[in-house]
């Protein structure tokens, strides 16, 4: 028996979920999105305080496995809205709706829609021979899962609008100097490094993650005075957590906080 397209260990607060396709460079397909959904909420409700996504073999995601759609194109092509509609779109709200942080882990090529899924997570730890490429346009398509939302939010519009019209791969050396990742490591230390920073954030006040989260997403799309009536709800809601009030009565006993996700 094969073995499944998305698979799970949970260690030490933290969910490690893996796309497992390595013969395809982990490209997705409607049941291993539906599985990566499901796995998401699977590793919350089982109470992991972080989730580690990284992909099998030499890939993190080349994105949308077109051979597995390739006959619909003899009848008129894909039926891309329903593609990315009930497949990739809930993965996508999933991710930005998590209690807990998210970390990409990329671990070699992120492509196309894969490379989405690394924008759409919170952290991006890459391997020093990581690479992205939006891809898009050299098939003749546009950016899709979330990709013209968070791409220009991390590395500006023009840099973007450049990355997407040209669509080159990008290494892990210029993604870190761009703002398109938060760290690169060398690839015979990466596991380890990638759940180390999970771990670290697992330890950390994750309803605040969460709530920072809501705050920079809003941030987006409202005015500066709206944000500023938001802002209130939020820290409202921060500071009543356990996480708040045992974080300064530490710090009043000058010891250092113990955080736990409540």
């Known amino acids: 028996m094969s073995e499944p397209s998305i698979l799970y260990e949970a260690r030490e607060g933290v969910g490690i979920v893996t796309l497992n396709r390595p013969e395809v460079l982990n490209a997705f397909t409607p ?79 992120a492509a196309g829609a894969g490379m ?55 290494d892990a050396a210029t993604a870190l100097s761009i703002g398109l990742v938060d760290r690169v490591v060398a690839a015979d230390v990466f596991a380890t490094e990638a759940f180390a920073l999970a771990r670290q954030f697992a330890a950390g006040p994750t309803r605040a993650y969460a709530l920072t989260r809501q705050l920079l997403d809003s941030a987006a799309t409202t005015s500066f005075d709206h944000l500023l009536d938001l802002e209130a709800d939020v820290q409202a809601a921060a500071g009543a957590t356990e996480d708040h009030r045992a974080a300064v009565a530490a710090f009043l006993a000058k010891q250092p906080p113990t955080f736990h996700g409540r």
Not at 54 to 67: E, K, N, P, V, Y
Not at 121 to 127: G, K, N
Not at 144 to 164: E, K
């Open 31 to 109: 049941d291993m999105l539906d599985l990566l959904h499901d796995t998401l909420h699977r590793a919350t409700d089982e109470g992991q305080r972080a989730i580690l996504l990284t992909g099998a073999g030499r890939a993190f995601s080349a994105g949308q496995d077109l051979a597995s759609i390739q006959d619909q194109y003899v009848d008129g092509g894909p039926d891309f809205v329903s593609l990315l509609r009930e497949h990739f779109h809930p993965v996508l709200r999933a991710i930005r709706m998590l209690d807990v942080p998210i970390i990409a882990a990329v671990n070699g090529v």
């Open 116 to 170: 989405s899924v690394a924008l759409a997570c919170d952290i991006r730890i890459a391997a020093e021979n990581a690479r992205f490429a939006t891809a898009f346009t050299k098939i003749g398509l546009v950016p899709d899962a979330g990709m013209a939302h968070t791409l220009p939010r991390l590395v500006g519009f023009g840099r973007a609008n450049w990355m997407l019209m040209q669509a080159d791969p990008v």
